[in-house]
């Protein structure tokens, strides 16, 4: 089994940054790709970033590119959100995800098989 934990949120004003992290437990998650996905109130979850094993494949959301960094350190199991120039819309649950074992990074929901508990992110005008 795999298990992933997010870290990271908080509140925070429009234009100001926050630093996610999710770690892993269980077992390495540095064969596989990984992702990180956001749900806002009333709204389904929606893609964020995504990255390869190695770090070398980034794909991100249109709405986050330039603002958002995904970065993963494999020695730590650890995979990275940089957030900056925050804005209202970005406040959602943010979850951190990891796929069975694709290394290519994906921006589908359906390439991911192990979900962390999520974390809250709020960003105030």
């Known amino acids: 089994q795999v298990h992933l934990v997010e870290s990271g949120g908080g509140l925070v004003q429009a234009g100001g940054s926050l630093r996610l992290s999710c770690a892993a437990s269980?077992?390495?998650?540095?064969?596989?790709?990984m992702g990180w996905f956001r749900q806002a109130p009333g709204k389904e979850r929606e893609f964020v970033a995504a990255?390869?094993?190695?770090?070398?494949?980034?794909y991100y959301a249109d709405s986050v590119k330039g603002r958002f960094t995904i970065s993963r350190d494999n020695a730590k199991n650890t995979v990275y959100l940089q957030m900056n120039i925050l804005k209202p819309e970005d406040t959602a649950v943010y979850y951190c995800?990891?796929?069975?074992?694709?290394?290519?990074?994906?921006?589908?929901?359906?390439?991911?098989?192990?979900w962390g508990q999520g974390t809250q992110v709020t960003v105030s005008s």
């Open positions: 990255i390869s094993k190695s770090g070398g494949g980034l």
């Open positions: 995800a990891a796929s069975r074992f694709y290394e290519a990074a994906t921006i589908n929901e359906s390439g991911y098989s192990y």
């Open positions: 269980g077992r390495t998650v540095s064969s596989v790709s």
